[in-house]
């Protein structure tokens, strides 16, 4: 990794700390034992429900790596629109073509894998586009709205993280404090000095290989208040995109609403559960009702979701809600219109852990 530490080393104590948080690889014996000694004081009650919801199966990731499964679609299905933009579209294609363009520029400006690259922008294509060039070169990012992160804190994440670069947009760019040495470069700057790239070559560039190291950091403000920078490792994020429940049944064909913060873990979850399956994702302008009548999944908190009539999204299959305790009437209503998963799950364990289809005559 960069400046030769290792992410699973790093417990900054300042402003803002900087954490990863692993899961020890322990036997399922091993397992049922500790949590059983652990657990000894409960009611029985508790100890149900500790067994119902605190061990699921074992299942192994068709992908290791969510840059593999978003190639596999740019192979399979190019033309396929991966991205929707406002009146802007972008096929699997061209979504992987301006990657690899802003990937390599990146290490043209000496950006290598294992370093932090600052995503300073807004929901917007080029976002996706930033993010998936960082999975390209093996880089670590960093999302923050630049529209609505102070100042300041921008600041206190640029000098504890220490970026190779910093990437923004023309329309984001005056909104940025001054990062001193910090390299800035705007997506459109970027892609206009690849005028050289050749559309039919493979730029050579060098993912990671290892499922343990670090996909992104997420900044939050942590229930203590005290901003905590959260990383989230390949493995645990391939483990709920790529397998049942967390991948919502996303299909090819099928359109991913894109309505989250992009400081938020579950925008991840929305961003990479279309573009691992083949799928859509359609970005929100300022209108969730819009976005959300168009899709067939939706990801949100429960008072996101409280702002949507779900009668006017006939084309919904799924809902997920995380992020704040679920009502019962909101679950009551929405599960009325389509798959209803209420969903818990602290940041560190990589946006949720525990998943339930809610059905109505079973609460």
């Not at 500790?50 to 299942?59: A, H, S, W």
């Not at 990146?106 to 996706?128: A, K, M, N, P, T």
């Not at 429960?302 to 809902?319: F, Y």
Request: aromatic content about 8%.
């Amino acid at each position: 990794m960069s400046n030769g530490v290792k992410m699973k080393q790093f417990i900054f104590k300042s402003n803002i700390e900087l954490r990863e948080t692993q899961t020890a690889a322990l036997s399922d014996t091993h397992r049922q034992a500790n949590w059983e000694e652990m657990a000894s004081h409960l009611s029985l009650w508790d100890l149900k429900r500790i067994k119902q919801f605190g061990f699921g199966r074992r299942i192994k990731p068709d992908k290791q790596f969510v840059l593999d499964a978003f190639e596999q679609h740019v192979q399979q299905t190019p033309e396929s629109i991966a991205i929707i933009d406002g009146e802007k579209r972008l096929s699997y294609r061209e979504l992987n073509l301006k990657a690899t363009q802003i990937a390599e520029e990146l290490v043209h400006v000496g950006v290598r894998q294992g370093d932090y690259i600052g995503l300073f922008v807004s929901r917007s294509e080029s976002l996706i586009v930033a993010i998936i060039a960082s999975l390209k070169i093996g880089a670590i990012y960093i999302p923050q709205d630049a529209k609505k992160t102070p100042a300041n804190a921008l600041k206190s994440i640029v000098e504890l993280v220490k970026p190779a670069a910093i990437l923004t947009t023309e329309t984001c760019c005056g909104l940025l404090p001054d990062f001193n040495q910090t390299n800035t470069f705007t997506i459109e700057n970027l892609l206009q000095r690849n005028t050289a790239f050749n559309q039919q070559a493979t730029v050579s560039v060098s993912p990671t290989k290892y499922s343990d190291d670090t996909c992104f950091v997420l900044f939050t403000s942590g229930t203590t208040g005290t901003p905590n920078g959260v990383c989230v490792s390949h493995k645990n994020l391939s483990n709920i995109i790529m397998t049942q429940p967390g991948d919502l049944g996303i299909k090819p064909g099928m359109v991913v609403s894109q309505l989250l913060s992009i400081s938020f873990d579950m925008s991840a979850w929305e961003i990479f559960g279309a573009l691992c399956h083949g799928a859509t994702l359609i970005l929100r302008g300022s209108d969730f009702q819009a976005t959300a009548s168009r899709a067939n999944v939706i990801i949100a908190t429960p008072s996101i979701l409280a702002r949507i009539n779900p009668s006017l999204c006939p084309e919904l299959e799924t809902v997920a809600v995380a992020g704040e305790p679920c009502p019962i009437p909101l679950a009551e209503k929405w599960s009325g219109f389509c798959q209803f998963y209420n969903c818990c799950g602290p940041t560190e364990t990589t946006i949720v852990n525990t998943m339930q289809k809610y059905h109505r005559a079973s609460r």
